[in-house]
């Protein structure tokens, strides 16, 4: 069965450090997402890409976070300057239809910001 | 804007009962969507179940059940003859309108022998 695929499983970043999050969504999807859970807590949007652009964000989603689909495949989630609070579970999700249609998620990189 | 409440933060079921897992929602919208993922320990976020707002008929999947009560804005998830390795979170979810998928807080759920 298809699958989303997120790379690393886990990473640990020192506070002040850029961090990237890969992504490879399900190939014939159009819709990506990415969610943030942190721990203990509820799993939260963070933002929507569609056509190659953002579609919709949070206001979790501010100017320390960007998203890009840089080829046919990967979809990443760049953190320009981590703050201990970014630590949490993300997860990429991807979809066919969009809201419609079921999100299928990958198995998430538990961030650590030290 | 849309809501999803989840009021059980735990719940306790022997292995072989059935359990229900509460989920109540809100939105103005008239089309909308419910879904439900389980989280186990490891953390990944499993699809389970999906209910459109216009299906007729409550949907299933194998020992999943999502009881669909629109008039009381309701989706609780029934799971018959609970195992072992249904432990774990479980998470209520929706789309509506423009909006993306929004999660309630989850309700762990714990499976005895």
Redesign the interface.
């Known amino acids: 069965e298809p699958e989303v695929t997120q790379t690393p499983s886990h990473q640990v970043t020192q506070m002040g450090q850029e961090v990237i999050l890969r992504c490879v969504p399900i190939s014939n999807h159009l819709y990506f ?1 990415w ?1 943030r859970q942190i721990l203990g ?5 963070l933002v ?1 890409f569609y056509n190659n652009e953002i579609s ?1 964000k949070s206001e979790i989603f501010d100017d320390q976070f960007s998203v890009e689909r840089p080829d046919g495949s990967n979809f990443t989630l760049k953190i320009r300057s981590t703050k201990l609070e970014d630590s949490a ?1 993300y ?1 990429c ?1 991807s979809s066919v239809l969009g ?10 990189t ?1 961030l650590t910001v030290v | 804007a849309q809501k999803i409440t989840q009021t059980q933060p735990g719940m306790f079921v022997q292995e072989k009962e059935a359990v229900t897992l509460d989920c109540t929602y809100d939105t103005s919208d008239p089309s909308y969507g419910l879904f439900w993922y389980k989280q186990p320990s490891s953390g990944e976020m499993i699809f389970l179940i999906y209910q459109g707002s216009y299906d007729q008929q409550n949907a299933t999947e194998g020992r999943y059940s999502l009881n669909f009560q629109k008039a009381r804005k309701s989706a609780n998830l029934v799971i018959s003859a609970s195992q072992l390795g249904d432990s774990a979170m479980y998470f209520c979810a929706m789309t509506s309108g423009y909006s993306t998928l929004t999660f309630g807080k989850g309700t762990m759920l714990l499976v005895s022998p």
Not at chain 1, 41 to 45: A, C, P, S
Request: no cysteine; charged share 30%.
């Open positions: 997402y969610y807590q509820k799993v939260e949007f929507s919709e579970m997860f999700a809201r419609e249609d079921g999100y299928t998620f990958g198995s998430g538990r």
